[in-house]
């Protein structure tokens, strides 16, 4: 059964630094790997989709890695601001139609002015 | 603009009280789904519907009803709450199972 695990749970660092967070799971049959964004307490953003044929996506300061073959993701945040805390959700697509997307528990972020 | 809606956004009910939350896309996508959040568990599938009239269980079924009549609409429908359905509901939609675009989400709380 694929499992998604993210470490850090947390992560505390001051604005300006660059940071990355991890993503790994155990079944590398996966269609394609999704970062997401949380708010306390709202919804889901999207925030970089990468194909199974891919290797990395990038939107202004994030850019997402991924190793098929190795189980593990990476999202790495440049130049971190105050704006960018929030709690990081990486989720993988099962290769069958109509799962669920496997979510890990996510890493809460703060950045500190 | 394009988006997927839920109501209501909070809801205190009481258990035994038959409840709807419902959700709408304007996306004309195909595939959509039903995810409860809980903390230390994360988000994890409740239904899925990959085309009207089409539903199936996803993870965590029990205690919950779909219905996909229109392909706009997914409603979900607890026929008799109990506490431990209280959580953070959230409401998905996209062009193909693969990716998925998520509403504002609605928090239920039972007593």
């Known amino acids: 059964k694929q499992e998604v695990t993210q470490i850090p749970a947390a992560l505390s660092v001051p604005e300006g630094e660059n940071l990355v967070l991890n993503c790994s799971f155990t079944d590398s049959a996966i269609y394609n790997l999704q970062w997401f964004r949380q708010d306390p307490g709202k919804g889901l953003t999207s925030l970089l989709l990468?194909?199974?044929?891919?290797r990395e996506q990038t939107s202004g300061r994030l850019n997402a890695s991924l190793d098929k073959s190795s189980g593990r993701s990476t999202l790495y945040i440049a130049a971190s601001q105050p704006g960018d805390s929030a709690t990081y959700l990486c989720a993988v697509s099962p290769l069958e139609a109509g799962t669920a997307l496997i979510f890990g528990k996510g890493t809460t972020l703060s950045v500190s002015s | 603009e394009a988006q997927v809606t839920q109501n209501p956004r909070y809801l205190i009910t009481v258990t035994g009280k038959k409840l709807t939350v419902t959700c709408s896309q304007n996306m004309n996508h195909e595939y959509m789904s039903w995810y409860r959040q809980d903390p230390g568990l994360g988000l994890r599938q409740i239904y899925y519907s990959m085309n009207v009239e089409v539903t199936d269980k996803g993870d965590v079924p029990e205690g919950y009803k779909v219905s996909r009549k229109e392909k706009r609409n997914f409603p979900l429908i607890l026929e008799s709450p109990s506490p431990n359905q209280t959580s953070l509901y959230f409401c998905?939609?996209?062009?193909?199972?693969?990716?998925?675009?998520f509403g504002p989400g609605t928090r239920l709380t039972v007593t």
């Open positions: 998905a939609s996209s062009p193909s199972p693969y990716e998925q675009y």
């Open positions: 990468i194909q199974s044929s891919q």
